[in-house]
């Protein structure tokens, strides 16, 4: 069974460190896309000489901007699970900064490993989750248990959980009845394909033709991190490893 790993990277001097990890893992049926803005980087060529693809692509949508692309390009192949990866920066988390992150996020390049070493941190790794799903066909999703959040039920209307609800993403794809209440906070996983199938319902580019451009808070991409996570609407659940 073929498996799809899509890395979305707009800051692209961070793939030495991603290919680090992925160059163990990608072999015939462990493929690897990536979506970049420009090919006018240092890092281009060997991003392009190294993976299966690489898509170029508006900067909109944020990194689901280009996890979106690349679905809808790759969504015909029979793939078992399809990783979300993105060079994730976080650049206000950074030292000098006075804003904050997650509990505990330890700035953002912590945050970013945190997030995608569960994921990916040796080809022994990714094969046991791998198995997870072969294992358990209710199981559509796995993230890092660390940044699993999960809020009251009540919302205040103060918060950017509340703001950010978009409703015409929720008119588009029919999800209006899925609960914010569950997410993993920087939106990196490993999720079936038939779950993406089952929740984008083809529209993914309908979706994508809508979302912002550069990077926004209360954006479209916030509010997608806020609900992709809830598999419980679709039959199936999330597990935290």
Same mark, same amino acid.
């Given at each position: 069974?073929?498996?799809?790993?899509?890395?979305?990277?707009?800051?692209?001097?961070?793939?030495?460190?991603?290919?680090?990890?992925?160059?163990?893992?990608?072999?015939?049926?462990?493929?690897?896309?990536?979506?970049?803005?420009?090919?006018?980087?240092?890092?281009?060529?060997?991003?392009?000489?190294?993976?299966?693809?690489?898509?170029?692509?508006?900067?909109?949508?944020?990194?689901?901007?280009?996890?979106?692309?690349?679905?809808?390009?790759?969504?015909?192949?029979?793939?078992?699970?399809?990783?979300?990866?993105?060079?994730?920066?976080?650049?206000?988390?950074?030292?000098?900064?006075?804003?904050?992150?997650?509990?505990?996020?330890?700035?953002?390049?912590?945050?970013?490993?945190?997030?995608?070493?569960? %994921?990916?941190?040796?080809?022994?790794?990714?094969?046991?989750?791998?198995?997870?799903?072969?294992?358990?066909?209710? %199981?559509?999703?796995?993230?890092?248990?660390?940044?699993?959040?999960?809020?009251?039920?009540?919302?205040?209307?103060?918060?950017?959980?509340?703001?950010?609800?978009?409703?015409?993403?929720?008119?588009?794809?029919?999800?209006?009845?899925?609960?914010?209440?569950?997410?993993?906070?920087?939106?990196?996983?490993?999720?079936?394909?038939?779950?993406?199938?089952?929740?984008?319902?083809?529209?993914?580019?309908?979706?994508?033709?809508?979302?912002?451009?550069?990077?926004?808070?209360?954006?479209?991409?916030?509010?997608?991190?806020?609900?992709?996570?809830?598999?419980?609407?679709?039959?199936?659940?999330?597990?935290?490893?």
């Amino acid at each position: 069974m073929k498996n799809a790993i899509l890395l979305h990277l707009y800051y692209q001097d961070l793939w030495p460190e991603f290919w680090s990890y992925l160059k163990d893992i990608k072999d015939e049926n462990t493929h690897i896309y990536v979506t970049v803005h420009t090919t006018e980087t240092e890092w281009y060529n060997d991003i392009k000489s190294n993976v299966n693809e690489v898509f170029v692509i508006e900067n909109k949508g944020t990194d689901f901007g280009g996890f979106l692309y690349a679905y809808n390009k790759i969504k015909h192949i029979d793939y078992l699970t399809i990783t979300k990866l993105h060079g994730k920066k976080s650049l206000r988390l950074e030292p000098g900064s006075n804003m904050t992150g997650p509990k505990d996020a330890g700035g953002g390049a912590r945050w970013r490993k945190e997030l995608y070493l569960p %994921l990916i941190e040796t080809k022994e790794k990714y094969t046991q989750n791998i198995s997870l799903f072969q294992k358990d066909p209710y %199981l559509f999703m796995i993230g890092s248990k660390k940044f699993i959040q999960i809020t009251g039920i009540h919302v205040p209307r103060s918060s950017i959980k509340y703001h950010s609800r978009k409703y015409w993403i929720d008119s588009l794809l029919n999800i209006g009845h899925i609960s914010r209440e569950k997410h993993i906070s920087g939106s990196m996983f490993t999720c079936t394909k038939e779950y993406l199938n089952m929740f984008f319902k083809n529209k993914e580019l309908e979706l994508l033709s809508n979302m912002e451009e550069g990077y926004k808070l209360e954006s479209s991409g916030h509010h997608l991190e806020c609900v992709i996570c809830n598999c419980e609407p679709f039959g199936g659940h999330l597990l935290g490893i």
